[in-house]
């Protein structure tokens, strides 16, 4: 499967402990992320010079400009990932065992994009006499993202953060003289502003998973073997939108 998929991906393992003294592994990784390519747009000036020419107007007075927004620069960020895992195996001739915990968390390079996870995982094997083995298979985890929405849906009015960055007038910054978010003035549709979907937007996920699997071999005689398998999987899912249309 891989164990470093998109959002992440639930392992079917089948390490198993040894026997011997318990043996403990780590492993460590972290990584930086960062946007490329970053989409080219127009300047203050070159942005209301082609407005006006546009509208025939003087819409924008080219010598009152006093600000030139660079929007993609205010929603991204360099991102980061780290990925911790630490394991326990074991066990002596009647009970082995098997133990992992996994910890992965990003930072995503939009602003307020986050996504963790924590996975545990343990397989214990024991042997109750000559004839019964029992062997127990289970495994948690629990993932919790957020973010905003970052392409349109609905249209102009609906835009999400990296539309925005791309199609906002850089004419104006964040907030006007009174504090409030400004609105785009140009088009047919109200545009949201890039930084007001950050600050009026949650969005945010919580999934848990537990799975647990009991085996039971009985040796009735020879080369006759009765199996017993019991399992249960217990899964949650919870997700929360906020909107606070603060914008226009």
């Not at 994009?113 to 996975?119: A, M, N, Q």
């Amino acid at each position: 499967y891989g164990s470093r998929g998109a959002n992440g991906v639930i392992l079917v393992t089948t390490k198993k402990g040894i026997v011997g003294k318990t043996s403990v592994k780590i492993n460590s990784s972290y990584s930086f992320q960062q946007d490329i390519n970053r989409v080219e747009v127009l300047g203050a000036r070159d942005f209301a010079e082609y407005i006006n020419e546009v509208r025939g107007t003087d819409f924008y007075n080219l010598n009152a400009l006093e600000t030139n927004t660079d929007w993609q620069e205010l929603i991204l960020r360099n991102g980061h990932i780290q990925n911790h895992q630490l394991s326990l195996s074991g066990g002596s001739e009647k009970v082995k065992y098997y133990v992992s915990g996994i910890y992965f968390d990003q930072k995503g390079v939009i602003e307020t994009s986050e996504y963790d996870r924590i996975t545990l995982t343990s397989n214990l094997n024991f042997d109750v006499s000559k004839n019964i083995r029992v062997t127990m298979n289970s495994m948690y985890r629990r993932a919790m993202q957020e973010g905003v929405q970052t392409q349109t849906s609905g249209g102009l009015s609906n835009a999400g953060a990296t539309t925005s960055a791309l199609t906002f007038e850089p004419v104006v910054g964040i907030t006007d003289e009174e504090g409030n978010y400004n609105d785009s003035r140009i088009g047919i549709a109200a545009i949201d502003n890039p930084v007001a979907i950050l600050d009026g937007q949650e969005r945010k996920s919580r999934d848990e998973d537990f799975q647990t699997n009991i085996k039971g071999e009985f040796i009735l005689a020879k080369g006759l073997i009765f199996n017993s398998t019991f399992g249960l999987i217990v899964r949650n899912k919870r997700n929360g939108d906020y909107y606070n249309r603060i914008s226009h």
